[in-house]
Every structure is written in C-alpha cells, then in structure tokens.
C-alpha cells in the first residue's frame, strides 16, 4: 500500500487531536507526548512502512512484533493508533479516557487494553520490560528455530522520553541491552527538551548518543521527528544493524501543532483548553469533530489486512515447523501458554521429598536444591541474580549462562537489582518463561517498584530474597532487614513465602510456580534451619500458607512463627512444656495465603479462646493480624547492630526462655 505524505500529516494530525480531545474531555493527562510524537507513531504503525507487525484481531499473536510506551503518561498516542488500527478499542472508549471502567485508563495497562503490551507509568521501567521481551525473542529464537523455520522472528520497539532517560533504571537496562547484544530492539527517544518543571537543560546535561554508544548501542542522532520519510530511514537503518540494539534520537516539539503552547512546559500534563483546541483545529486546518477521524487518516494505520496476512503466513509456517519438529512444536506451544508440563506433580512430588531429605541447610541452599530438581526439568525457568549468585544460590548443576551458548538460561546482571527485576517483568510479559531473580531482601527496596508492577500485571516473577533477618550477623543494620517482609506483604497480588525448613522451601517453590498468575517473593535465611517433623496431612497443609506443626493436648496457648524462628518457639513449647504449660505451635511460611484460607480452616488452626503470641525476627506489625489485641509479637522494631547472629538474637529477645516468659506473661494477662 502506498500512502501519499498529505494522508501521513492527517494520520499524525489525528492522533493530535483524539489526544487533545480526549484530555479535554477527560479534563485530565497529558496530550504534549502524543502530539509531539505523532510523526514518530505514522512512521512506525504505518501499514505502508510496514515496520511493526501485529494483528489486531489477535492481539496476543505470538510471533507479533511487541511495541512499548515507556513514557506512558501519554498514553493517548497509544490509545490513538490502537483505534485507528482496528484494534476493539472503538472511539466510544477513547471518550471516556480516565473514566472508571475504561479500556483507556491514565497510564497503559495490559490486559485491559486491546493492544497493549505492558503497564508504564512509572518512568524508565517500560524500556526495561522492552529489553526483556527483546531477550525473551532472542533466547526463543535460539532454542526453537531451525533452517528454514524461523517461527520466532519478531522486534521489539520501545518510545521513551526525557523521564525515562534521567531514571536511573534506563542505565541498568541500557547497559545489558548492549552486552546482551539484542539486535531486534530499537527505541526510538522523544527528544524534546522539556519535563514537568521546564526545558531539561538544567538537569539533563549529559550527552546522550555517547552513552548509549558506550553502552554498545547503535544510534541514529539527529532525526527530525516531524519528518516521517526521515524517521523512516532511520528506522531502515536501524533494522539493518542485528549485532546491536539501536537508539533513535528524535528531536521534536512537545505539544506540536497547538498555537500558543507548542514546546512549554504547560502542555506536558494539562489539557489545552477549548480555545487553544479550537485555534489549533484552525491553525491546522482540521474541520473534524471531537473523536472524528476522516477515512483517509484511518487508512494509514488500518492493519487489520495487512496483520491477517502476516499471522495467516507465520500459522503456515508454525504448521510446516509442527511437520518438520513435532516434539520442539509442542514444546514452544506448551510454554508459550504458560501451562507447565502434565508431569509436574509428579516433578514437585520428588523435589519435595529430595528437599526434605537433605536435613539440616539454610533456606538458601534448599532453595538451590529445589532448583536442581525444578530448572533441570523445566526449561522455561530463566534465571538471575545481582552479583549474589554465590550467596543467593539461584544456579543450578550446568546451569550456563545467557552470553556462554544459545541454551543459556541463567543472567548474571551485575549490581542492577532494579533492572534486573524490570527486565524479567518484561521476559514474563513476552511468554515463553517462568523467570526469578535473586538479591537480598534488604535489597528489595531498589526493586520494589518492579515487584510491584509485576504484582500489579499479574505475571509470574519469582524472586528469591536471601539474608531474610538479622541472622545474617556481622554485616549489621545496613544489611539487615527489619521492615522488607511487611513491605513486602502489603503489596496485592504478590505471594509471600518465608519458609522455616527445607520442605516449607520446596513448597514456596512449587507453589510460586503452579501461580499462573501474579509474582512471589521467597524469603530465605543464611544459616541452617533444623528440618521439622511432618506428617502427611501436616505436609498437604503446608501449602495454605499457616497450618498446626505441633499440637499438644489440651493447649492453653499458640505460638505462631515464620521462617527461622519456627524452630525458636518449637525449643520454646518444649520448654513450657516442662513447666506444665502445654501450647500448640503453628508455622505460618505464608501469612496472606493462610488469611485468604475459608474460616473453618482459620479457626481451626487459630482456635478462638487461646491466646496468641506470633514471633517473627522482623517488623511485628502484619502478625496483630492473626494475635488480635488481646494477643502478643516479639518482633524486630529497632534496626539491627553488627555481630554474630546467635549474639544478635539473644540480644534483642529471640530466644527460647524469652518466648516462654512472653507466653507465661499473656496467660496471666488472659487469666485476670
């Protein structure tokens, strides 16, 4: 199809004003991105270019080429092209923009919006996930394609902005784009010299071809992003160029084609007003309606022929691939569903008796094992670890590396937490893998924010967080979590385990990866955790998340722990018990899990009437939510100090005969 350049300036005219009109309407967002980077989306999404790929009768086609808004408070650009691509997105949702229970909400969000391939908003973490999804196709690509049946062959776009420039997370992604060397990548960044508080000049000085060139990117400088024939060819060029990811720098106008406010700060996130938006329907000679695009603007970025044809070709090549490789097609098929293989519970059955087995380890190392088990059988699990793989023991027995060979599973992302977490967000949003990543927990804190955009789209990202409490030692406060597990189990969506043997570790595992949906977070300790005696009821119900580990007849009291300090109230109860005073203990490796649970099993676990005491070498505030006020928690409300670990615990209370006088304490309480 050849579109004259008068149909591209309508096309790039139209997104300007469904942007412009939506925000008014909405009196709300942002309509300076969208229209400063119209000419970027025509020269991009145009059929006649033909550089992005996608169906939009099936927008989760899996070989479509994936396009991500980083800078997505201007969301609208997105929303924009989407309608006028054929996506079901009709211009009835672009009017209700920001409106409760829209398909358009402020920021993009996945699996609301037909189209949309991640949720952006928080700066900087869309080109990260977009560096994922480039690795998720390379890795795919490597495994899977054979001679003559590329049936993984996609890019990956990215736009981003000045925002996501400054972030420090576009360092940590840029970096392993380059060394990663993900040719199909290509972002293409709105260079138009203005942020919320003015022209960036003053904050945002460094050169930034240069550092992406450093990066071992290759870049295209000094586009004009007005021109469509020159993005065009840049983005040409940059295609050309599969050894490298490449960077377009496209200088543009923020809020082009509005009269008095074009390049001002005061389009960045306001709407126009209806005077600038009638003097701009007049400037640019635009005689169309709020949300009315003529049929030729339409035209440019219709791909519902062109996206048919190419998933109808990439179906017949699947079909010839299925033929050819029977057994590599049902495996590529199988995990790009996301279901995991019909023999996993057979699988989960022996890493669990194989964990348990081993007796005696830190958390960290049944951890390990799991993974031995669960990584060699599953070769979906891709995982990671900043610069901690000896501490966090996220390998596994030949496990290689990503840059070793094309069946590397395993990423060694340097000192990056942040990005590391962004960019497995990004793998598990392309398909095709279960990933995790490792750190400490103290350092969840830089990559809370990527837990909690994985939370928030649901995807299943496993992160393994190691040195869970002061047990940890001599590292002291700085690397000694106090809050992180609180934090943690706040966010909605993420699944929380901190297991007190090696069986609790092997269920966290199976657990996280039976979660189709949404991330989990496995706290896991440094020293070695004594193995706990279960039966195999008490087995079965380990998976609730909070269940009776020890009973005793006639209990007055519960002792309710996680992690490390079940086998602290265990030496307790005994010794209670030599004092006459029975108690019945109860690991709760997963507090929400076990408060999601029905409310038989919540009391019989918790029995009404027996006092309560939780112990756990953190925060105490989630436990008040099973002790009640009439109950009691020894937790951690100080930071911690520098030394031994068994000197740490018995000086801020984390003992047995202090868990004792605790619980003697609360009877006399209970008893006045």
Not at 417 to 432: K, M, P, R, S, Y
Not at 470 to 494: F, Y
């Amino acid at each position: 199809m050849t579109v004259d350049n008068s149909a591209r300036q309508l096309a790039a005219h139209a997104i300007r004003f469904l942007s412009a009109d939506a925000v008014q309407k909405a009196a709300s967002g942002h309509p300076g991105m969208p229209m400063g980077m119209a000419e970027i989306a025509v020269a991009l999404w145009g059929v006649d270019n033909g550089f992005v790929r996608h169906n939009p009768a099936n927008p989760r086609w899996p070989n479509r080429d994936r396009v991500v808004v980083s800078n997505g408070h201007g969301s609208m650009l997105l929303y924009s092209v989407l309608h006028l691509a054929g996506y079901d997105l009709p211009a009835e949702e672009l009017s209700r923009f920001r409106q409760y229970g829209s398909r358009t909400p402020g920021h993009p969000e996945v699996d609301i919006t037909p189209g949309v391939e991640t949720t952006t908003g928080p700066l900087g973490q869309g080109f990260a996930n977009a560096v994922g999804m480039a690795l998720a196709e390379k890795l795919l690509a490597e495994h899977f394609n054979r001679p003559g049946h590329p049936v993984v062959d996609h890019n990956t776009f990215v736009l981003l902005g000045d925002g996501c420039i400054m972030e420090g997370i576009s360092h940590e992604a840029a970096s392993l784009a380059g060394l990663l060397k993900l040719g199909k990548l290509t972002a293409l960044y709105d260079d138009n010299g203005i942020s919320i508080d003015g022209e960036v000049s003053g904050w945002l000085g460094e050169d930034v071809p240069a550092r992406f060139r450093a990066y071992g990117w290759h870049v295209v400088e000094n586009v004009d992003g007005h021109d469509v024939e020159a993005l065009s060819r840049a983005l040409e060029q940059a295609q050309a160029v599969t050894d490298r990811p490449s960077l377009i720098c496209a200088r543009t106008v923020i809020g082009q084609g509005s009269p008095s406010k074009a390049g001002t700060a005061g389009i960045h996130g306001a709407p126009l007003g209806p005077d600038e938006i009638a003097a701009m329907r007049e400037a640019l000679g635009w005689s169309w309606g709020p949300f009315e695009v003529p049929d030729a603007a339409r035209a440019v970025f219709d791909a519902r022929k062109a996206g048919a044809a190419c998933e109808t070709a990439w179906n017949a090549r699947l079909d010839a691939y299925r033929k050819a490789y029977p057994d590599l097609a049902a495996e590529f098929e199988r995990r790009m569903s996301g279901a995991l293989p019909e023999d996993f519970e057979a699988l989960a059955a022996r890493t669990l008796d194989a964990v348990e087995a081993a007796g005696t380890v830190a958390t960290r190392k049944a951890s390990q094992l799991a993974l031995e088990q669960f990584a060699l059988s599953l070769p979906e699990m891709l995982g990671g670890s900043a610069d901690l793989t000896g501490s966090n023991l996220t390998d596994w027995k030949g496990a290689a590396r990503i840059n070793d060979g094309p069946d590397g599973r395993y990423l060694s992302a340097g000192v990056r937490e942040f990005g590391l977490a962004a960019i497995f967000n990004g793998v598990a949003l392309h398909g095709g893998f279960i990933p995790f990543a490792g750190t400490f927990l103290m350092f969840s804190d830089y990559e809370r924010s990527a837990i909690r955009m994985a939370a928030l789209m649901n995807r299943r990202v496993i992160h393994v967080l190691t040195h869970d409490s002061i047990g940890l030692g001599e590292d002291g406060p700085t690397h000694q979590p106090v809050e992180h597990a609180a934090s943690l189990r706040l966010i909605p969506n993420l699944s929380v385990w901190r297991p007190a043997d090696g069986f609790e570790t092997a269920v966290a595992w199976t657990s996280a990866l039976r979660k189709e949906t949404g991330p989990s977070a496995l706290l896991l300790s440094r020293q070695n955790l004594p193995a706990q005696p279960r039966d195999a009821a008490r087995k079965t119900a380990a998976f609730r998340g909070g269940y009776v580990l020890c009973d005793a007849p006639r209990a007055r009291a519960v002792l309710i722990a996680s992690g490390s300090e079940v086998a602290l109230v265990m030496e307790a109860q005994a010794l209670l018990a030599t004092e006459g005073i029975a108690v019945r203990v109860v690991s709760m490796p997963n507090l929400e899990l076990f408060l999601s649970q029905d409310a038989a099993w919540r009391a019989d676990v918790l029995p009404a009437g027996l006092p309560r005491l939780a112990v756990e070498a953190l925060h105490p505030d989630p436990w008040w939510k099973v002790v009640g006020l009439e109950g009691d928690v020894i937790g951690m409300t100080t930071f911690g100090e520098s030394a031994p670990a068994g000197e740490l615990f018995r000086h801020f209370g984390f003992t047995a005969e202090n868990v004792a006088s605790r619980v003697r304490a609360l009877l006399g309480r209970t008893s006045a």
